[in-house]
């Protein structure tokens, strides 16, 4: 018998591509897709009727990807708008992520401009109508609505999916183009040292060039996007929340000295001391320029420093509270083996871990050393009976992974690990998750991350900058001088312009009044 070459495995027309190990196979008129094992494919073509294969020919058949599939039922099939798609109604255009491009600010984006008939296709398109409701309401016949359809479902374009039942409320299939993993962003070499450890130093000293867009371009907070009265906060901007949040909990003194540690545009600094100056002395420490200049122009009370947070220029037991909102996470960390420590920093890593009584994880992960040297700064400068809050994306019980999807590498901040460094160091901490602390209504609603990114870029392509808001949908459709639709608004729970704030914790660090025996 000759082995069948892959045409007459697979139905004609049907694409294929590799990616690392897999092979996808990508249906030309319905969008879906499937990807599978190249060998797998391989034993298939060999063996097309081998009995171990029928899950994987009953998969390619659902997709009706083999040339013995049955054929798609096309008057039934739904058509289903990709989540990443908006719509420009004005122009009958749609505004389309491209497929492989992507770079920290998400993804690069085109128009596309419809024909009159593809215009009235798809917008009679509801992710419920089949194909032949919405071809008779756009006044086209069936085939002429499956060929427009088909121009949309291209690997290319990846607008549409013909899908035989309508999909499920956070139906990912959607909200992702397909064989564009989220590649690690390319990062100039100075950004880790030789051991592998992230130093940022540089970066924050001379690679922030834009303090006015930084937050909304390249890195959003979760601060920056709950920068405005806020309803997931009671109407309160983010700064204003976390004074009284920490001033519930006795946190906050009356007077003295308070020092933000890396203060971003001093959206928390504006928003904490929106009332006017108080008794309290608002001192910002950061290590750029840039953003120091950007703070100065925004915050109207304190004054701002440019010094590094694990050794501040302060005295002894001089500050009364201490706050650190999302920098921990860009202090040094040092990727380390306990088996075979290879660096002076991963020695030293490993030493303060012992120290502090932390088994260490196993194999080569990373030890957030940085936020330990500044875990150190606070509980020197700290007054006796002063207070530090701190607040970063972290991990509980497994090893801190760096997020990639950034410029410059950010390491998750090992929740236990922290606070036990800080117990070392004689403070009393307390863990909670951020929006916990800060009484976070998590249902309400903000735009979506794939929303966000579209219409960002859409207004950059404008010549209008966005502000990276955790805005409603309808709060944005207002800030707009456009009109667009298919901007989809999900809870705070799930990604939006901001970081995730699930991820989020916050750790509360005491310094006892009276010094602990032995100390
Ligand atoms: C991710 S931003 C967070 C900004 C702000 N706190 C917010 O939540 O929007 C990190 C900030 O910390 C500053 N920073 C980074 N490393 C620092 C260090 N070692 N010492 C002081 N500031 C630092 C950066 O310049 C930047 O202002």
Known sequence: MTEPAP???????????????????????????????????????????DPRLKPVRDRLDRLHLLRSSPRPPWDALIPCRSRL???????????????????????????????????????????????????????????TAQSLCALLTTPEVQAL????????????????????????????????????????????????DDGETHFDDRETT??????????????????????DALTRRGLVPEGGLLVEVGCGTGELAAAWQEHGPSKLHYLRADLSPELLRTQARRVPHGHGIL???????????????????EVIADLQAVPVDPAAPDSDAAREALALLHAARITPFAGRTWVNLGAFH???????????????????????DEPPQEAVQLDHPEVAIQVDHLAAIARHHGLSVSIEPLAELLGMDLTVQQVSRPSWEAVRALAHSRGLRLPARTWSVEALRAHLPFS????????????????????????TLRRPKVPAHGD
């Open 7 to 49: 045409d007459d495995v697979f139905q004609l027309g049907v694409r294929q591509w590799r990616d690392g190990d897999d092979l996808v196979l990508w249906h030309p008129v319905t969008g879906r897709h499937v990807r599978l094992h190249h060998g797998t494919v391989a034993r298939l073509c060999a063996h097309p009727g």
């Open 85 to 143: 798609v908006l719509t420009l109604p004005d122009e009958a255009a749609l505004w389309l992520p491209v497929p492989g491009f992507r770079g920290p600010g998400g993804y690069g984006y085109r128009a596309l401009q419809l024909s009159p008939a593809a215009h009235r296709v798809w917008q009679h398109i509801n992710d419920a109508r089949p194909l032949s409701e919405v071809a008779d309401r756009a006044g086209v016949d069936l085939l």
């Open 161 to 208: 999916q013909l899908r035989p039942t309508p999909p499920r409320p956070r139906d990912l299939g959607l909200e992702r183009l397909v064989d564009v993993p989220r590649p690690p962003n390319a990062r100039p070499p100075h950004l880790t040292g030789p051991a592998g450890e992230t130093t940022l130093t540089w970066y924050h000293l001379h690679g922030i």
């Open 222 to 243: 979760v601060a920056h996007g709950l920068g405005l009265p806020h309803p997931a906060l009671g109407g309160l901007r983010y700064g204003a929340a976390l004074r």
């Open 307 to 325: 010094a590094d947070g694990t050794r501040l220029p302060l005295r002894d037991g001089s500050v009364d509270l201490l706050v650190s909102n």
């Open 374 to 396: 500044l875990v150190a700064e606070i509980a020197r400068v700290l007054r006796p009976g002063g207070a530090a809050w701190l607040s970063e994306f972290g991990v509980l």
């Open 484 to 507: 667009v639709e298919g901007l989809r608004a999900v809870p705070l729970t799930d990604e939006g312009p901001a970081p995730l704030v699930t991820r989020f914790w916050s750790w």
